[in-house]
């Protein structure tokens, strides 16, 4: 009864039920996180002791962040493993929560992988994909604050990486360890990364020195692979893929015939109106809405999802004729991590089907697999599996996909580098 609800244009579409109240004086803020995190559904805002005092650790107060490592504790923050850096931006306080707007956004913009900025003498702004995540996360920067507040009063560095004793980097003879790795963001990147997913190509190669078998279990008679970050270096999509399509959407659509412009339109603004996403949607709609005829209301669409990262069904297919004339005309080659292809050639000496299911559409998927830096791999993949089949953090799909292949769940492996799909797929068994 004390809520207002208002729509992603700051508008009151609902008056809280009490009277006398009104909006807070964070209101710009949220929005502002809401724009550039569109998959955060909570923001928070605390004047905690520890999070004032940790802004104050640098008595210059001239530092416009904090970075902390090797704490058990940074895996409650969302990206972060153990021996991880952590850095939380640190913005100056003002006299009005309205006057931090610019300096906020600026922040959030970039340091994109961190889900909280700290206010030098105030507090700290933190957001979740729920409120409850808003919530864990919050208590663990908390924590991880008054780590670093007493670490500095024993005289031990929080930002630096253990010299002995609690970590140590494995030589060239020792036993392989299992270690995540997350791609270092750009400081100028203004895009948003969410989930576990990194932006940039990883080097691996270190890891297959001593293994040249893939390790899967011994009944194991599917293999079941996401693309992005698995086969494929997620740099390849966001770098060259998404960008092919924006940098040719207005000769593509210009090309166009008026029905196949009409039957584009309605599969994409289905796409709008089925995403359980009210941020997206909303910021989705109000560029269609904006725009005067059906060519820009499409072209409009196209580029927000884009730039949202939306995976949408009819998205991915104009997606995918587009990038089908890439392909052809040999502007567009498939990226391939080093180890996919002999994966390929062991798993079809064990009698192990590979297959894909990637939210991309399965034309696109194939073309992407017929025309890669090593040649045509699609003789060896045996199925493809798009959101046709379901989306892929549901456990239902992974259902789906079992029986369309004949097998039980069990006889599955599927490997992602999301964690939501991977809790979706053992969901499904």
């Not at 339109?265 to 009210?278: E, K, M, P, R, Y």
């Amino acid at each position: 009864e004390d809520v207002f609800e208002m729509d992603m244009n700051q508008n009151v579409v609902q008056k809280s039920k009490t009277s006398g109240l009104k909006l807070s004086a964070s209101t710009p803020l949220w929005f502002i996180v809401y724009k550039h995190r569109p998959k955060a559904k909570c923001v928070v805002h605390t004047h905690s002791m520890n999070a004032h005092l940790a802004t104050l650790l640098d008595p210059t107060e001239k530092s416009d962040v904090l970075r902390m490592t090797h704490l058990e504790m940074l895996k409650g923050v969302g990206k972060y493993a153990y021996n991880d850096t952590l850095e939380i931006p640190i913005i100056d306080n003002r006299p009005t929560e309205a006057e931090l707007a610019e300096q906020l956004e600026a922040a959030i913009i970039k340091y994109p992988k961190c889900n909280a900025v700290l206010v030098r003498r105030h507090g700290i702004y933190c957001w979740g994909d729920s409120w409850e995540q808003a919530k864990t996360q919050l208590e663990s920067f908390d924590y991880l604050f008054e780590c670093a507040i007493k670490m500095r009063q024993i005289g031990v560095d929080f930002s630096a990486v253990p010299s002995s004793g609690t970590f140590h980097v494995r030589d060239s003879s020792s036993q392989a360890t299992k270690k995540r790795k997350i791609d270092e963001v750009a400081q100028s990147s203004s895009s948003a990364v969410s989930g576990f997913n990194g932006v940039g190509t990883v080097n691996n190669l270190s890891d297959l020195a001593d293994r040249n078998i893939p390790l899967l279990p011994a009944d194991s008679s599917v293999l079941l692979l996401d693309i992005e970050g698995c086969t494929t270096a997620i740099s390849f999509v966001k770098d060259t893929l998404f960008p092919f399509v924006t940098e040719n959407l207005d000769a593509y659509v210009k090309g166009l015939d008026q029905m196949k412009i009409k039957e584009y339109l309605c599969n994409i603004l289905t796409d709008i109106d089925c995403t359980s996403d009210t941020n997206v949607k909303s910021q989705c709609k109000s560029v269609v809405n904006s725009s005067k005829d059906e060519p820009q209301k499409l072209k409009a669409a196209v580029r927000k999802l884009v730039e949202l990262d939306v995976k949408a069904t009819g998205l991915k297919a104009m997606q995918g004729h587009m990038w089908k004339s890439g392909y052809d005309s040999g502007e567009l080659k498939g990226h391939i991590f080093a180890d996919f292809k002999p994966l390929l050639l062991w798993c079809k000496d064990q009698n192990v089907k590979v297959c894909i299911y990637s939210s991309g559409s399965i034309k696109a998927q194939k073309l992407l697999f017929r025309h890669t830096l090593e040649g045509d791999l699609t003789p060896y993949l045996s199925s493809y599996f798009d959101t046709t089949s379901g989306g892929k953090k549901v456990a239902s799909s992974y259902g789906n996909i079992a029986k369309s292949l004949g097998v039980h769940p069990s006889k599955i492996v599927f490997v992602s580098d999301s964690e939501d799909e991977l809790v979706a797929a053992r969901e499904a068994g």
